[in-house]
Nanobody, 120 residues
Framework: QVQLVESGGGLVQPGGSLRLSCAASGSIFSINSMGWYRQTPGKQRELVAF???????KYADSVKGRFTISRDNAKNTVYLQMNSLKPEDTADYYCHANIRDSVLFSGDYWGQGTQVTVSS
């Protein structure tokens, strides 16, 4: 009933920037939180950043000072501004949202992922 669609991934050189977007649509009563995770071969999916409905943010230590997460509540969209990109940022990035999808209940939703490659 809820879909998350990511965009903005691609190939960028070290030191460059990308902005990822994730738009939620469907049976959305409200969004409790939205965030970004990333995964590389042989590693577990890790939290990159998230933002709550109240505006509280959290970042992985590896991206602090370089990445910024933000939301546009009117568009049900979360953004991840990625600056000073490093080769180790290369991964599949997945949007996640905890969404109130009915009158009383909330659920977890995931996007299909977008590839970010940082290489010279």
């Amino acid at each position: 009933q809820v879909q998350l669609v990511e965009s903005g991934g691609g190939l960028v050189q070290p030191g460059g920037s990308l902005r990822l977007s994730c738009a939620a649509s469907g049976s959305i009563f409200s969004i409790n939180s939205m965030g970004w995770y990333r995964q590389t071969p042989g590693k577990q999916r890790e939290l990159v950043a998230f933002i709550t409905s109240g505006g509280t943010t959290k970042y992985a230590d590896s991206v602090k000072g370089r990445f910024t997460i933000s939301r546009d509540n009117a568009k049900n969209t979360v953004y991840l501004q990625m600056n000073s990109l490093k080769p180790e940022d290369t991964a599949d990035y997945y949007c996640h949202a905890n969404i109130r999808d009915s009158v009383l209940f909330s659920g977890d939703y995931w996007g299909q992922g977008t590839q970010v490659t940082v290489s010279s």
